[in-house]
């Protein structure tokens, strides 16, 4: 009684010859991903799979937690020094000091995020841990190697890669930030001029909330195991707070990787932005081919690029 | 131990005086979300909570589907007819004979779509349901009243909203089509030219992914209740099918709401488009202030919106 069905939405196939053109008809900078290659254009899957050794980059260890539920769940984390340090610098810090052991998942909103703690507000900080970091909300451009994207976006003059991570910038100011995509990793806080210190943390579940970008600390995003937070219950109270105690979802522990054993330490890779396998990656999720597709997009929106990350091989 | 962090996060509150101008700073016509108003502007959970009943459309119960789960759960989905006629008819016959009593939930991608239906392609049809729709993948633009959304798009030369549905739209061409945003709900499909009947349905459970627009017959979205869907647990087989039938998600039923008694049908309403409400609620969604945002993006994109809706009082 089960169709297959849909079955070939995300199937990889060749991009047919015979795309049609792009349906964006606004002008667009000339730039990699224009005009829609007729020919030879690769499937978004299969760039991933044929692509060198030098088009990834490996997770630090030291910018990789991995988190365990009580449950069994295993969900890692890479961190984003480079986005924000100070506020990074804490969470190893917190990780180093068991502050997440026996914390608890007590809020899952839908369409929005899920967020964990222990208290950061009201209890005794582990040593090491800066109880007012500085509003790591953005950074300087200047520095950063920028892949650009070459699309419109709704809240950023500019978007683009640094790194594998998406981020909007300005060239006018000379700013640039972490954004809030599906998987990513922002520092809960409170009202203004608090910045939070990284021990209460959230990730986003749902379409990409934008408009929190420039307002809070983005510190990473989550590599694996995400589906373990995205199918909890979501919360009855007001903004998905879990009503019961007893139904929060108890961590066991946080650890940094770099302090696991070498037998327990997962590693990842991430495709490095700055590839052209990357671009290539890019140009097939913006004119989607094969079989399935018949008007492939011409464009894609900086979130559902997706940045390719696996297990390392 | 438990920390208030992060409750401000989408508090409801007065947009401050103090708002900075919009870091987006690319060439936007003159529109009415344009300048940012420095005071009185409004918080959008306090314009739905505000806007005068005229702002509110009924939600038609023969649009209206109301699915069962065997455990109990409700979820509500609207159609939308003016999108694709031929398919929601057909959800109608296939609710009508009784089509999803026992069918399952049996795909759960993360990221991507929970999909649900009872062999659509294997079995014989019911009376009434059309075998080949055509493809109702956009229509003419010509009919529909468009309240333009005057942000940039990556997918669609113009984007807005037509009686509360996001939509896309192409003065070019004369064609508008209903997105695939968060809970929105399409049609299954084998490879082209087969356009699905609408017995295999899905809906959205993560960032947009708005490179299916125009590729598939969108027919509605979710009006409550969507926490039960996309809280299953994700499916382990490739694109999220669910592996072992004996974890498929069982389906009580679906009915029309129209077809029940009055007395248990539930009755909604939508923010319409056209109100005045709804444009000073999309200037509040792409600037959002109170005491938790420092620095309103002064955009926002179709699939943030979420356009309001409601029980009806």
Request: proline share 9%; charged share 20%.
């Amino acid at each position: 009684m089960r169709s297959t069905r849909f079955a070939a939405l995300t199937a990889g196939a060749a991009l047919a010859a015979s795309c049609a053109p792009s349906v964006v008809s606004t002008a667009q900078p000339a730039a990699d991903w224009r005009p829609v290659p007729a020919v030879g254009a690769v499937e978004p899957s299969d760039t991933v799979k044929n692509a060198p050794a030098s088009a990834w980059r490996d997770v630090d260890p030291n910018n990789l937690l991995i988190m365990e539920l009580k449950n069994g769940a295993k969900i890692a984390i890479e961190l984003a020094p480079q986005f924000a340090p100070v506020h990074v610098a804490n969470i190893r810090a917190f990780a180093r000091a068991g502050w997440w052991n026996n914390a608890t998942i007590y809020r899952v909103q839908d369409n929005y995020v899920v967020q964990w703690g222990n208290g950061d507000a009201e209890n005794p900080l582990p040593p090491g841990v800066v109880k007012t970091p500085p509003a790591e909300y953005d950074r300087p451009l200047a520095g950063l190697q920028v892949r650009p994207l070459y699309y419109p976006d709704a809240y950023a003059p500019k978007v683009g890669h640094v790194d594998g991570w998406p981020v909007g910038y300005d060239p006018a100011s000379g700013r640039a930030w972490l954004t809030h995509c599906y998987a990513h990793v922002g520092v809960g806080r409170d009202l203004a001029p608090d910045t939070g210190t990284g021990g209460e943390l959230y990730a986003v579940i749902g379409h990409a909330p934008r408009h929190l970008d420039l307002n809070i600390a983005t510190v990473g995003r989550v590599l694996e195991g995400f589906d373990k937070l995205t199918s909890i219950q979501r919360g009855t109270e007001a903004l998905g707070f879990i009503k019961d105690p007893a139904n929060h979802v108890p961590i066991a522990r946080i650890r940094v990787a770099a302090d696991m054993p070498a037998a327990e330490r997962p590693a990842f890779e991430v495709m490095r932005s700055d590839s052209e396998a990357f671009s290539a990656y890019v140009l097939g999720r913006a004119n989607r081919g094969g079989t399935f597709f018949n008007r492939p997009a011409g464009g894609v929106d900086l979130c559902n690029v997706n940045v390719p990350v696996r297990r390392k091989p």
